[in-house]
């Protein structure tokens, strides 16, 4: 199960509901922050979500909006007496700038903080592999080196119900090293994998956060179930997206078009337009209906 938590959903500047940009990625054990604004430690706590069961952090890019809000959960993790290794994964320059927080504030840093620079280049490049799902990542086009990030679970094995029943087999803990593609003997019978379970496509999230269009986002959306994408102004003020380097929210929603993704978030709306966003929601769903507005605290979950 993967669960998808929204912890800020404005941009620049946040507003009487919305703060910063961060959103919290649970998969089973795993808790991964996809960048991590100005208030995100406060967020977490209104979402009764400890800090201290964050594995990794995702920085998209280093403007104060999405990442102002890392120095403070690194100081909260070390009051709190944490030992387990934090991850930071970021464009170029993210050791620098790690660097100068751990640097900008005086506390005893009692875990280690490992960085992982994410050079990709204009190609799409894998940034972790963990047992049960890998994360990819591409370079954007914003004002300052910036990425994009994709969550992909692997191929797993369900149990083929319909086979084992058939050998009076359905609820046994033998069945959890069929599903690990172990062979199994169950009275006299052997049952392989390849019969007695199923492959099932692993969920796919990707995170878009500031950019212009460029073709790569569509690459890296590629069948997404779900694509959370950035739309930071409305087709009115397309001038003021190209010029800053955003998305309108009909470009995001051509983008998951063209992806051929399965469902669309868009969030990081630009604080003019306040509460008033349903004209950039029928704009995006004019070109992709399968739509919706992210809100602060709004949870979903892909089984």
């Known amino acids: ?22 959103v919290l990625l649970r998969y089973e054990g795993d808790y991964m922050l996809f960048d991590c604004g100005e208030g995100t430690q406060r967020q977490l706590r209104i979402a009764k979500i400890s800090p201290m069961k964050i594995n990794r952090v995702f ?46 504030f005086s506390f005893v840093k009692n875990f280690d903080i490992e960085v992982h620079e994410i050079l990709p280049g204009k190609k799409i490049c894998k940034v972790l592999e963990a047992e049960k799902y890998e994360i990819f990542s591409c370079a954007t086009k914003h004002n300052i080196p910036t990425v994009a990030f994709s969550f992909c679970e692997k191929e797993r094995r369900k149990i083929n119900l319909d086979y084992v029943k058939k050998y009076g ?13 172990e062979t199994i003997t169950w009275k006299g019978h052997k049952i392989t ?25 569509e690459e890296i959306s590629k069948e997404s179930d779900l694509l959370i994408c950035e739309a930071s102004f409305a087709n009115e003020h397309k001038e003021l997206a190209e010029e800053y380097a955003h998305l309108t929210a009909e470009t995001a929603a051509n983008i998951a078009k063209n992806a051929k993704a399965k469902e669309l978030i868009l969030f990081h709306f ?21 739509t919706k507005l992210a809100n602060d ?6 089984n």
């Open 59 to 104: 920085i998209t890019h280093w403007h104060g909006d999405h990442a102002l809000g890392l120095g403070g959960i690194i100081q909260s993790l070390s009051a709190s007496g944490r030992e387990k290794a934090l991850e930071i994964y970021g464009p170029k320059g993210t050791k620098k700038y790690v660097s100068n927080i751990m640097n900008s």
């Open 270 to 290: 630009s604080q003019r337009y306040g509460d008033d966003l349903e004209h950039l929601h029928n704009e995006a769903k004019k070109v992709f209906p399968n």
């Open 1 to 22: 199960m993967i669960e998808i938590v929204f912890l800020g959903t404005s941009s620049m500047f946040p507003t009487e509901k919305r703060n910063h940009p961060s």
């Open 169 to 181: 087999l359905v609820k046994h803990p033998i069945l959890g090293r069929l599903q690990n593609g």
């Open 297 to 302: 605290f709004m949870r979903i979950v892909l």
């Open 193 to 217: 994998p390849a019969k007695g379970t199923v492959l099932v496509k692993g969920k796919k999230v990707t995170y878009i956060a500031d950019t212009s269009y460029d073709r790569i986002l």
